[in-house]
């Protein structure tokens, strides 16, 4: 997923994880902070707003809770969560 990598994630990134990137990358490219190349840190800020908002897009719609607490407490194990979600063979 290029959102994914864009934004710099892991496949385990949490939600708190994923708005944390978003702030530290907003941070570092807003284009205040790049008086001399303001063109490339507005194209590049824009880009980490479009990832960022296709990942959020993906986690409020996706069927599961993306929630740190909720990810901990409903730990599954591979077979479990093929059962879970297809039923059993």
């Given at each position: ?7 710099g994630l ?7 994880e ?20 303001v ?9 980490i ?41």
């Open positions: 997923m290029k959102s994914k990598s864009l934004l892991r496949e385990t990134s949490t939600l708190k994923i708005k944390q990137k978003y702030k530290d990358l907003m941070k570092q490219w807003h284009p205040d902070k790049h008086k001399d190349d063109e490339k840190a507005t194209k590049i800020s824009m880009q707003n479009e990832a960022y908002q296709i990942i959020l897009d993906y986690c409020n719609n996706y069927e599961y809770s993306f929630d740190e607490d909720s990810i901990k407490r409903k730990s599954y194990s591979p077979s479990e969560w093929w059962h879970d979600k297809f039923g059993s063979r």
